[in-house]
Structure formats: C-alpha cells, structure tokens
C-alpha cells in the first residue's frame, strides 16, 4: 500500500487547512489509520488516529480542534484542522497499520504563522 499525503501549507494562526491521505488500495482491511506529525527538533507524535471500525482517538494537544476521519469509498483517510497555533508546525504524515505491517506516507509540511 503506498499512502500520498497532501493538504499541507502555510495558514495564519487561527487558521484551518484539511489534510488527505489517498491510499493505493483499499484501507478498509487497515486496522487502524493514522496522523503523526514531526517538527524540527522533535520525535514524532502521534495526533490522530481511527480504526477500522471508525473508532477515534486524538492527542490532548488537538483534541477539539482537529478531527479525523475516513472515507473508504476514495481510500481517504482526512485531518480536518481548526484553530491552528504556531505549535501545530510541523510535517505530518499518515501511517496504515495492518496486523505487524506498517505503512507511512510521504509527509506533507504544515506552517502556522502570520
């Protein structure tokens, strides 16, 4: 399965951006579908994450401001963002689990400034 992340830029503080995660394949035999992001200097976290039975967990940190969600039919899996601070810069990356197998996208930069 190869995920493509897009999505990403630069938004004002306050700001929203949508992200997407189109995968080669189906994604309904994937356990669970995440976010992670990455900013410089930081181990990677993960911010979001819902299972095949659309079962959603979200890092305190995000919690009321983003969402994710997925739409099987497109083998998309979103990170809606609201209310973005500085502190949400980072790259972000989305991640398949199925059973011992692991896949990652490529990362999309997310830039919150004014």
Known sequence: VQLQASGGGL?????????ACVASGSIESMNVMGWYRQAPGKQRELVASITSGSSTRHADSVKGRFTISRDNAKKTVYLQMNSLKPEDTAVYYC????????????????????
Do not use: H, N
């Open 11 to 19: 938004v004002q503080p306050g700001g929203s951006l949508r992200l």
């Open 95 to 114: 991640k398949a689990d199925k059973w011992i197998a692991a896949y990652w996208g490529q990362g999309t930069q997310v830039t919150v400034s004014s």
